[in-house]
């Protein structure tokens, strides 16, 4: 497997997630739940893809602009998720930064995989990319 594989299999864990939040309403069990899978698997998925996807693109003129865009994104989707935290579930509100949240993702992770993968498949080689791979992986392992 190498680093977009890895990458794009846990950007279908998040929009499957998202997905799910969207149909709950109310302050239920469910819907907190699902929000506390959500923001674990963000922060680990930003802290590992930054350590080794980002990171490495950064070293290079080619993606380094990008890289440094995409990890600001990342901190962007963090502080909706601390406002969402500090929003009542059944609010209105709530509903509304969700669906922000759910659109900021999913901008974040079409322009990943339509872009900057594109990008980031010219300046890695395939060890580079399985051995990034394993690393993400392993982290993902241990953090979630």
Same mark, same amino acid.
Not at 11 to 26: A, E, F
Not at 86 to 109: G, N, P
């Given at each position: !497997?190498?680093?977009?594989?890895? +990458?794009?299999?846990?950007?279908?864990?998040? #929009?499957?997630?998202?997905?799910? @939040?969207?149909?709950?309403?109310? %302050? $239920?069990?469910?819907?907190? /739940?699902?929000f506390d899978k959500l923001?674990?698997?963000?922060?680990?998925?930003? %802290?590992?893809?930054?350590?080794?996807?980002?990171?490495? +693109?950064?070293?290079?003129? !080619?993606?380094?602009?990008?890289?440094?865009?995409?990890?600001?994104?990342?901190?962007?989707?963090? /502080?909706?998720?601390?406002? !969402?935290?500090?929003?009542?579930?059944?609010?209105?509100?709530?509903? $509304?930064? !969700?669906?922000? +949240?759910?659109?900021?993702?999913?901008?974040? @992770?079409? /322009?990943?995989?339509?872009?900057?993968?594109?990008?980031?498949?010219?300046?890695?080689?395939?060890? /580079?990319?399985?051995?990034?791979?394993?690393?993400?992986?392993?982290?993902?392992?241990?953090? #979630?």
């Open positions: !497997m190498n680093i977009f594989e890895a +990458l794009r299999k846990d950007h279908d864990v998040q #929009r499957d997630l998202i997905d799910k @939040l969207l149909k709950t309403s109310g %302050d $239920t069990e469910e819907r907190k /739940e699902l923001k674990t698997e963000l922060v680990t998925h930003e %802290d590992a893809e930054e350590r080794y996807f980002y990171i490495p +693109l950064i070293e290079v003129d !080619m993606t380094q602009e990008r890289a440094r865009h995409s990890i600001a994104e990342h901190h962007e989707i963090d /502080e909706l998720v601390e406002k !969402m935290e500090e929003t009542d579930r059944s609010s209105s509100a709530w509903l $509304t930064y !969700m669906k922000e +949240l759910a659109h900021q993702v999913e901008h974040h @992770l079409e /322009e990943e995989e339509q872009e900057i993968f594109q990008l980031a498949g010219k300046v890695l080689n395939e060890k /580079e990319k399985e051995t990034l791979a394993g690393e993400y992986q392993k982290h993902m392992k241990e953090n #979630r």
